[in-house]
């Protein structure tokens, strides 16, 4: 009887530690990403890591089956309603003006949607200056899944092909196609390196002006 009371309470003890360690790793994420994804920016900070990938990165066995097909759209009146609905519902007004802007200077627009035709995701890419005359350089602007279809991958699955259709529409020598994402967003971080993405560079912009580089 006192074995069995001195084990129960040797499990209670340390169950309890297990709970104290979980609730006390969940603070610590919860404020790290407050503080990194809304305090720093909002102080004019942005901390964000940077991944590149390269034509040789191609041969990376990255496909992932998914459910979702992908349209590439060159104007915002391309999109349906439902399209234009889904995305006010995201993030309202502010979300399509600034899409409506990017139209304007993005080289690709990328759309995943259902079978039913519903809006997955939007991943924007743009070409920017060359550093030599066989290289092209891209930047992936923005990509996000809406928070309904989160964790199916399918944030990964826009990665993959958005680099697809780079890597398809452009024979020169080498590509590199770069994105910058926010340290707090540890998903976003996650599914570029599921991709194949690779880690070049820590980037700390200081108050919209200077740009330090690690």
Not at 98 to 120: A, N, P, W
Request: net charge positive; with cysteine; aromatic share 12%.
């Amino acid at each position: 009887m006192m074995i069995t009371n001195f084990i129960n309470k040797l499990k209670n003890k340390y169950n309890k530690s297990i709970r104290q360690r979980i609730i006390k790793q969940g603070v610590i994420r919860t404020l790290w990403y407050v503080i990194t994804v809304f305090l720093l920016p909002k102080l004019g900070i942005d901390i964000n890591f940077v991944y590149i990938k390269i034509r040789d990165d191609l041969n990376m066995n990255t496909e992932i089956k998914s459910d979702i097909h992908i349209d590439i759209i060159k104007n915002y009146e391309q999109l349906t309603i439902n399209d234009v609905d889904a995305l006010y519902s995201f993030e309202g007004d502010e979300l399509l003006k600034r899409m409506k802007d990017d139209f304007e200077k993005c080289k690709y627009c990328i759309i995943g949607k259902k079978s039913s035709g519903d809006l997955v995701g939007v991943c924007w890419i743009e070409k920017y200056e060359n550093t030599a005359s066989r290289v092209e350089n891209y930047l992936i602007l923005d990509c996000f899944v809406l928070p309904r279809y989160r964790g199916n991958n399918y944030f990964t699955v826009m990665l993959n092909e958005a680099y697809s259709i780079i890597m398809n529409s452009s024979d020169v020598e080498i590509i590199n196609v770069r994105a910058n994402v926010n340290i707090g967003n540890k998903s976003s971080n996650r599914s570029f390196i599921k991709a194949g993405y690779k880690y070049s560079q820590l980037n700390i912009k200081l108050f919209r002006r200077w740009n330090l580089k690690i």
